[in-house]
């Protein structure tokens, strides 16, 4: 159910040519609400979602520079509350959860394995920064340009030592039986409930696209 509500959110926010200020303030006030609804820590969900900011920026300044200022402010606001609507659902969600509602959605499986195992990658590269950067300071190390020169060494070792801990990783799945399909959580009936949710979802999508 949230992810259908989050597609449909992203289609409605997708076919809205030129919304106005109005629909733009009831999309903030529905994903605060759901943020809210989900119990999330409402400050620490916004400030994640300010990295949308810069990369969309540079796009909407070069069409605020070309002069059609509507569709620059129409761009970076619609992709903020696209990646907020993105941010919501992976907070209350876990990953495998997300994964497995996709495969009841008939999603390619082998997309989203790939988007498991990425996912699950980055904590390996996390855990080799984080390592590599004590090791950096308990040498002694110091930012300055020295360190900027050799930052693209440090990244080739980073990846080469989160590769061959990934290697490991697979090399111990194949031996514990991995068939090539990673295993999914128990799947629970839908309840009543989750109906009413979809169902109050969509209403309020309706009315922000008659808003």
């Known amino acids: 159910m949230k992810l259908l509500l989050l597609l449909a959110f992203l289609l409605s926010l997708a076919l809205l040519r030129g919304p106005s200020a109005v629909?733009?303030?009831?999309?903030?006030?529905?994903l605060i609400g759901t943020i809210l609804l989900a119990r999330l820590p409402w400050l620490a969900v916004l400030k994640q979602s300010l990295l949308v900011i810069p990369i969309v920026g540079f796009f909407a300044l070069v069409i605020y520079l070309s002069g059609d200022l509507p569709r620059a402010v129409s761009i970076l606001c619609k992709t903020y509350l696209s990646g907020l609507a993105v941010i919501i659902c992976a907070a209350s969600t876990p990953l495998p959860k997300v994964m497995q509602a996709g495969r009841l959605?008939?999603?390619?499986?082998?997309l989203l394995d790939v988007t498991q195992l990425i996912y699950r990658y980055l904590f390996v590269l996390t855990s080799e920064f984080r390592a590599m950067r004590t090791a950096f300071f308990v040498r002694a190390g110091q930012a300055g340009p020295r360190t900027f020169r050799s930052a693209s060494g440090i990244v080739a070792v980073l990846f080469g030592r989160a590769y061959r801990r990934a290697t490991v990783v697979d090399t111990a799945m194949l031996s514990r039986g991995f068939s090539g399909v990673l295993p999914t959580p128990p799947k629970r009936s839908l309840a009543l409930k989750d109906f009413a949710v979809l169902f109050a979802g969509i209403t309020g999508l309706i009315l922000l696209r008659i808003a």
């Open 23 to 30: 629909q733009i303030g009831l999309c903030f006030v529905y």
């Open 105 to 110: 959605l008939r999603a390619p499986g082998f």
